[in-house]
């Protein structure tokens, strides 16, 4: 077992590495640079290489690779080419900001989803079933940008509301933090509920048409019973599975709601980066996203020996 | 499987707590909603409705750092050109005005003085001095600073101080661009002690404008501050100005109709949408900006000055200017209409009369009696886009088929300085001297010179107006020198469009102009 975790571990080295290095060659790949972003119209081969050197850009690439890495093993993920500023602290920062609005979201779509897809399973091929389905339609398939912007104009226009403008933190002040992250998690909740929708009635109604539902109920059990503890139970494994799928795709995806809400989470800190070819703060972004990934997966196959027991590692083959 | 999930649910939230823990310290005082000058309230309640003297101003772009000698960025000009001043600054018909100088003189054609303000304090209290002023220079011209404006001021052989309120500057040769430059924040006055003790002023800043910075949150907000010690008197009236970086512009439009800032900038397009909205005032301005169709002049279809020409006679700009512009833009050469007597005439001109025989005639002349294919490159801006669009419609007239290549902004300026493109539309600014939109754009070594254009007259037309000190003189050579490139055609120009404030009602005292478009200094909140 120990030896099992070791190797895990020691697994994560090479995967990290190669996840860095891909990061940094495709910063590299990619057209536009920022001392031309810095400079723009003003760039002149003077300006450029003094631009250069003071970014330490000067440098050979792998010179340039090790020393960021050699840096990055250690927490210290450089500073900003724009800002100057430690990037580190602020990714740490701004995680918290998006971990937030993903829970909220989450939460919001199972409290939409499940219910309404139960619903629509019972009542299936009714009109009721049909209007369920057609809204969960529309989530799998309205992009939520569009969402968004047209709730943005719709709530301004008709009840001149818009959420307060700079964001602040949870601890900060709970109030106004809430009133800024409802919407856009009402926004991305309801976007997320349309598959999660679908599944549980899909799901649901396939467990209802299982022999061991025909065998309870042959036992005389209640119909609240059959599908609440039996049918749903059952129901529900693949519905928690696409929950943590969107979850985690969330955590590194919610650049453009927090785009159009001005949400400061850690979407919006890569897609500034990106735009100002500010390579450090992407490369530390994003080396932090996977790193998260990465180490979640390896904590879960570790605990998932002392939750099932029928699962073992044996060392060696 | 289920279990997997609940497990990977349960690390998260373990790490976010972990991670809430830990980061809670680097939590900035976040909404202390009254930032400073909240004893002024007080002070001022006697006389003025309860209003906090605060401008909130949702823009469009988080900034880029704030120095101004290094940074070029809109999103950061927009930012500290409220914290530092520059020597002296320019007014709407191009006079130069005093601003932390209060009058100059020039002996010779090298010799500058200036004559400074005094008791001026930055904002760390110090009083600003000649040796400021000397140092500010120095920084900029030392190459480890890497600061942008330097070919601004490269012609500067020495500074020397008179007395803590008189610097002469003694120039290399003559320049006449030299007080057009001076105008610019590439040339501000900055305190040497602040720098030393930050390293940089990329975060923090320390100038003698009218506000101070308070803080700067990325992606989320700048707070500047009233600077009680501003030099001229009874100015800023503003108590502070939040800056809200909000990229949306349909959140723009939403946070301003709801009161939420009262400040937003808005293309045309958006100006239907608040038509008869009583709350809002649209405060409309002339840019210094033209847009152009530019050509890759190193291939050889280009090269042909007939198929330039061609081009320029196959535009209509005045369905330009309709389409894409509302029709509230002028038509515009490189020097622009807002540049008043530096300007010939573009209108007028026969190359801006669109006239399809005449262009088919030329193009078959060069050798393409059926045109030919090619492509624009635009960038990301709408109005770009849109031109270039309404470019390709009207070239399908002389049988030129060009294809639309939608850039990101990276990949645009990477196109822009490599020749990466055939041809492609643009917006350049034309400063505030001629010397900035003849030479720096049209010269064989001009820096934006990105096209392979050369016109040896036209350089020996540039070097004149450097040295020539004769304001008529000097308009004379760059509107021959305009001539020529009118009609080289290495570019084609289109207009020069308007800008759009949208502000609250409640916003007073704001008039955007040409060369000051964000000047708050008497803006009251009612």
């Given amino acids: 077992m120990r030896a099992y975790i070791i190797r895990r571990v020691l697994t994560l080295i090479p995967i990290l590495i190669g996840i860095s290095l891909s990061i940094f060659l495709i910063m590299q790949l990619i057209p536009g640079d920022v001392v031309s972003g810095m400079l723009g119209i003003e760039a002149n081969p003077e300006l450029r290489a003094n631009l250069e050197k003071k970014l330490g850009l000067d440098r050979p690439l792998h010179e340039q690779y090790l020393s960021w890495i050699g840096k990055a093993i250690k927490g ?106 409802i919407l856009p998690a009402i926004i991305l909740g ?86 100002q070819r500010d390579f450090p703060v992407v490369q530390g972004s994003i080396l932090f996203i996977a790193f998260v990934y990465v180490v979640i997966n390896i904590i879960v196959d570790i605990l998932y020996t002392y939750i099932d027991p029928r699962i073992t590692f044996k060392t060696g083959r | 499987m289920k279990k997997r999930m609940i497990l990977v649910l349960s690390v998260v939230l373990a790490l ?43 823009t469009d772009a988080e900034p880029g750092g704030l120095d101004p000698h290094t940074i070029s960025a809109a999103a950061s000009i927009r930012i ?187 293309p045309a397009a958006s100006l239907p949408l608040v038509e008869g909205n009583p709350d809002i005032n649209v405060l409309p301005f002339q840019t210094n900006d033209y847009s152009y169709l530019g050509f890759n002049m190193t291939l050889d279809k280009f090269k042909d000055v007939r198929v330039r020409q061609a081009m320029s006679y196959a535009l209509d700009r005045q369905e330009i200017i309709d389409t894409v512009y509302d029709g509230e833009a002028s038509i515009s050469g490189f020097v622009t209409p807002a540049m008043g007597r530096w300007a010939i005439d573009y209108a007028g001109k026969d190359l801006y009369k669109q006239n399809i025989e005449k262009a088919k005639q030329l193009l078959a002349d ?45 990949q645009y300026i990477d196109a822009w300085s490599n020749k990466g493109h055939e041809m492609m539309v643009g917006r350049n600014g034309a400063g505030t001297d001629p010397n900035r939109s003849v030479a720096f754009f049209f010269s064989t070594t001009g820096s934006a010179n990105v096209w392979g254009y050369s016109n040896s007259k036209v350089d020996e037309l540039c070097e004149l107006g450097m040295v020539t000190v004769d304001e008529k003189e000097r308009e004379s050579v760059y509107k021959e020198a305009q001539e020529l490139v009118l009609e080289d055609s290495p570019n084609l120009f289109m207009a020069s469009h308007m800008d759009y404030f949208f502000a609250r009602k409640e916003m007073k005292n704001f008039t955007p102009s040409t060369f000051n478009s964000e000047d708050f200094s008497r803006v009251i909140i009612e």
């Avoid at chain 1, 005389?220 to 749903?232: D, I, N, Q």
């Avoid at chain 2, 960038?379 to 290549?405: C, S, T, W, Y």
């Fill in chain 1, 190 to 275: 309801a976007i997320m509920s349309g598959s999660i929708m679908r599944m549980t009635r899909s799901s649901l109604l396939e467990v209802m048409r299982q022999d061991f539902i025909k065998t309870i109920r042959a036992k005389g059990a209640s119909e609240k019973l059959v599908l609440f503890v039996h049918a749903l139970k059952n129901a529900l494994i693949p519905i928690i599975t696409l929950v943590g799928m969107q979850i985690g795709s969330l955590l590194g995806g919610t650049v453009v709601t927090e785009q159009i809400f001005s949400i400061p989470g850690l979407g919006q800190m890569v897609l500034t980066g990106i735009n």
């Fill in chain 2, 366 to 410: 060069a050798g393409y009696p059926n045109g030919f294919e090619t492509s624009i490159a635009v960038g990301l801006f709408d109005d770009i886009r849109n031109i270039g669009e309404v470019i390709q419609k009207q070239l399908e007239a002389i049988g030129v088929k060009a294809e639309i290549q939608n850039l990101e902004t990276g």
């Fill in chain 2, 80 to 266: 500290f050109k409220q914290i530092y001043n520059t020597l002296i600054d320019v007014d709407d018909d191009m006079n130069y005005i005093p601003e932390l100088a209060k009058s100059w003189e020039q002996p010779d054609d090298t010799t500058y003085i200036f004559y400074l303000r005094e008791g001026v304090k930055f904002h760390n209290g110090r009083e600003m001095v000649a040796d400021d002023v000397k140092y500010s220079f120095e920084r900029v011209l030392d190459p480890d600073t890497a600061a942008i404006g330097k070919s601004y001021y490269d012609k500067i052989e020495t500074m020397e101080v008179l007395d803590d309120y008189t610097i002469k500057f003694v120039l290399k040769e003559p320049f006449a661009p030299f007080m057009g430059n001076l105008t610019s924040l590439y040339g501000a006055i900055v305190p040497k002690e602040f720098i030393e003790e930050h390293e940089n002023l990329m975060v923090e800043a320390c100038g003698t404008g009218p506000f101070k910075l308070e803080e700067w949150i990325p992606d989320n907000r700048v707070v500047l501050v009233r600077n009680e010690n501003y030099f001229e008197e009874g100015q800023p009236k503003l108590d502070s100005i939040e800056y809200y970086v909000m990229t949306d512009e349909s959140a723009r439009l939403a946070a301003l109709r709801t009161g939420n800032v009262h400040l937003i900038k808005l």
């Fill in chain 1, 76 to 181: 210290d993920f450089g500073k900003s080419f724009r800002t100057d500023k430690e990037i580190f602290p602020e990714i740490l920062n701004r995680f918290k900001i998006t971990f937030q609005l993903t829970i909220m979201a989450a939460v919001i779509s199972w409290l939409i989803a499940i219910p309404l897809g139960i619903i629509s399973a019972l009542k299936r091929n009714t009109i009721v079933d049909a209007i369920v389905r057609f809204i969960a339609l529309l989530g799998v398939s309205v992009p939520n940008f569009a969402f968004a912007t047209l709730s943005i104009l719709f709530l301004s226009k008709v009840f001149k509301y818009y959420p307060p403008v700079g964001y602040v933190g949870l601890f900060a002040d709970p109030a106004k933090n809430l009133k800024i992250m």
């Fill in chain 2, 16 to 58: 976010s707590i972990f991670l809430s823990a830990c980061g809670d310290s680097k939590q900035p005082q976040d909404e202390v909603s009254q930032p400073a000058g909240s004893e002024q309230d007080v002070s001022q309640e006697a006389d003025k409705p309860q209003v906090a003297q605060v401008l909130k101003y949702g």
